[in-house]
């Protein structure tokens, strides 16, 4: 079964640095996501995005985050300048139809900021 | 914009029951709900659309009741299998985007 996959599966980064998440959502998947969960709680809505442009952000996607699908194949998320309260798991996911289709999940990254 | 869920955590013996709730103050086009065990990804459970019921498993089951907005997740002869942390994910319309409820850790001992 085609599945999303995550790389790298953890990230350390200094704080102040750039670091850039990529995803692999399923070949025939028309909508893709970034989620955040910092540990122990939910699961957080960053981003959405379709037809090669965001089509929904939450309160946490701020000027410091960025999306990407640079090749038609990889889904990025790129933070400019990293934050302690940045650690957290980036969960990309990846569905055929909004709303009425499931979303799969990557395994997620586990971002670590120092 | 967030669902709300109960509980928050719950504790069976194999063999038990268990009834988790989403609701939401805004009309609903869809609720999806989810099992993620530590640390691991989220995985589908199943979909309920507005007028309509869809079962996802055997054993665990789900309604919606349009009129409350509000979704229950049926978990029936509990299974160790069934640990793990609940979340309905709310979608108010076809075109914007799921958000999450606070999760419900269920925890089945033998």
């Known amino acids: 079964e085609p599945e999303v996959t995550q790389t790298p599966s953890h990230q350390v980064t200094q704080m102040g640095q750039e670091v850039i998440l990529r995803c692999v959502p399923i070949?025939?998947?028309?909508?893709f996501y970034w989620y955040r969960q910092i540990l122990g709680q939910k699961v957080e809505f960053l981003v959405s995005?379709?037809?090669?442009?965001?089509?929904?952000k939450s309160e946490i996607f701020d000027d410091q985050f960025s999306v990407e699908r640079p090749d038609g194949s990889n889904f990025t998320l790129k933070i400019r300048s990293t934050k302690l309260e940045d650690s957290a798991m980036y969960f990309c996911?990846?569905?055929?139809?909004?709303?009425?289709?499931?979303?799969?999940f990557g395994d997620g990254t586990r971002l670590s900021i120092l | 914009q967030q669902p709300v869920q109960s509980p928050q955590a719950v504790i069976l013996r194999e063999g038990e029951d268990a009834v988790i709730n989403c609701s939401s103050s805004?009309?609903?086009?869809?609720v999806h709900w989810y099992r993620q065990k530590h640390g691991e990804a989220p995985v589908f459970l199943m979909i309920?659309?507005?007028?309509?019921e869809q079962k996802g498993h055997e054993k665990i089951s789900a309604s919606f009741n349009e009129k409350k907005q509000q979704s229950s997740l049926y978990l029936t002869a509990s299974q160790l299998s069934y640990s793990g942390t609940y979340f309905c994910?709310?979608?108010?319309?076809?075109?914007?985007?799921?958000?999450f409820g606070a999760g419900t850790r269920l925890t089945v001992k033998p």
């Open positions: 996911a990846s569905t055929r139809g909004q709303g009425w289709q499931p979303q799969h």
């Open positions: 070949s025939n998947h028309l909508y």
């Open positions: 995005f379709y037809n090669n442009e965001i089509s929904e």
């Open positions: 805004k009309a609903l086009y869809s």
């Open positions: 309920l659309l507005k007028g309509g």
């Open positions: 994910g709310t979608f108010r319309d076809n075109n914007n985007d799921m958000r």
